[in-house]
């Protein structure tokens, strides 16, 4: 024989005046286990090299990769809400880093002004690319594979027929200083920053705060986050899911174009071959930050965390002499190893849900 017991009466529950609020946390308890595994890892490589700790020669080109990947891993994220992908993410950054090399070497335009033309040229690829999508609902999977093909052929043929060294070098005013200085060099004083903190973590600062104050305060990030949870019932609400695809899509083109952008001035020169390594980063960071390959759940702060781990694994292992190889088989099993738990948190997840209703 089995027993219920009956719920309270109201008159037992404390009045609403005197309820506490739960308070939101900042971080969740992943990203809490990641900031305390890179902080770890920084010190053991730390102790094991000491040269790790050199502000100049390892922290700043530490810090300025980390902060192009972590754009990469921002452009990822944003169509893994919808429940997406984009393979193409590297090419992207390409065809809009060309823009602005074309702009800078032929056309004389300004820094900033190249800029926006590559985040343009991004964008409306992007776009493009999300159209496809979702007029034809074909699996993103095979429209930005497709496209990374496609672009990979149209952006080597450009740089073929517009230069001779199959890159483009003038940099304009400004890019020198945005690539080798620091927020320290801005100013004096101690809150310019650290002399380990590159310039261009403006541009990732700036994305990582619109992007959180996107998907938390805007009815658009919530769509998009519906989108990929459901997106049968997010159209049944109501919700625009061709338009949300598409604008995923957008934003992860202007993203990848940026982090291009940013490649670029890290090695001074516009070339094809920009964003052929951010293939493997794009994923990691965001997987590693707690983002879902299903949709529906993203972590801004978390993509930048996974970023970082990914970042100071790479650097420390090159310090302990660890080849390319070597490294490229510990990444892939860093990544199996997210993946693996992206899986173990969308089956806690589900059956949590099941269990409530």
């Known amino acids: 024989?089995?027993?219920?017991?009956?719920?309270?009466?109201?008159?037992?529950?404390?009045?609403?005046?005197?309820?506490?609020?739960?308070?939101?946390?900042?971080?969740?308890?992943?990203?809490?286990?990641?900031?305390?595994?890179?902080?770890?890892?920084?010190?053991?490589?730390?102790?094991l090299r000491p040269a790790f700790f050199d502000a100049r020669l390892v922290l700043f080109p530490l810090l300025r990769d980390i902060s192009t990947l972590t754009v990469v891993a921002l452009a990822q994220m944003v169509?893994?809400?919808?429940?997406?992908?984009?393979?193409?993410v590297g090419r992207m950054a390409a065809f809009g880093a060309l823009f602005a090399g074309f702009g800078y070497d032929r056309l004389g335009l300004p820094l900033s002004v190249g800029l926006l033309v590559c985040l343009l040229a991004g964008a409306l690829i992007g776009a493009l690319t999300g159209w496809i999508i979702a007029r034809t609902g074909v699996s993103s999977f095979v429209v930005t594979l497709a496209m990374d093909f496609a672009l990979l052929g149209l952006v080597s043929l450009l740089y073929s027929a517009l230069t001779e060294n199959a890159a483009f070098t003038s940099t304009p005013s400004g890019m020198t200083e945005l690539r080798q200085y620091s927020l320290a060099d801005i100013c004096a004083g101690p809150v310019c920053g650290s002399p380990a903190?590159?310039?261009?973590?403006?541009?990732?600062?700036?994305?990582?705060?619109?992007?959180?104050?996107?998907?938390?305060?805007?009815?658009?990030?919530?769509?998009?986050l519906l989108t990929g949870?459901?997106?049968?019932?997010?159209?049944?609400?109501?919700?625009?899911?061709?338009?949300?695809v598409i604008t995923a899509h957008m934003l992860s083109g202007l993203l990848a174009a940026l982090a291009g952008f940013m490649a670029a001035v890290s090695t001074g020169t516009f070339r094809a071959s920009i964003g052929d390594d951010f293939m493997l980063p794009s994923f990691l960071g965001a997987v590693l930050g707690g983002t879902l390959l299903t949709g529906g759940v993203v972590s801004v702060i978390g993509a930048l965390l996974g970023t970082s781990l990914v970042g100071v694994i790479r650097k420390g292992l090159d310090l302990l002499g660890v080849g390319l190889e070597s490294l490229n088989i510990y990444l892939g099993c860093v990544l199996l190893l997210a993946l693996s738990a992206d899986r173990v948190r969308?089956?806690?997840?589900?059956?949590?849900?099941?269990?409530?209703?």
């Not at 169509?79 to 193409?88: F, I, P, Q």
């Not at 959180?212 to 998009?224: A, H, I, N, Q, V």
């Not at 949870?229 to 949300?244: D, F, K, Q, V």
Request: proline letters at 8%; aromatic letters at 6%; hydrophobic letters at 45%.
């Open 229 to 244: 949870a459901n997106p049968a019932a997010a159209e049944l609400s109501g919700i625009p899911t061709a338009r949300r």
């Open 1 to 47: 024989m089995t027993t219920t017991s009956s719920p309270p009466a109201d008159t037992d529950r404390p009045p609403v005046s005197q309820r506490r609020t739960p308070r939101r946390r900042i971080l969740a308890p992943q990203q809490l286990g990641l900031l305390g595994l890179v902080v770890a890892l920084v010190i053991v490589f730390g102790l």
């Open 79 to 88: 169509v893994l809400s919808v429940g997406h992908m984009n393979l193409a």
């Open 346 to 357: 969308h089956i806690v997840s589900y059956r949590k849900v099941v269990r409530s209703t």
């Open 197 to 224: 903190i590159p310039q261009m973590a403006q541009f990732t600062v700036l994305a990582l705060v619109g992007l959180g104050f996107l998907y938390r305060y805007t009815r658009t990030g919530r769509e998009l």
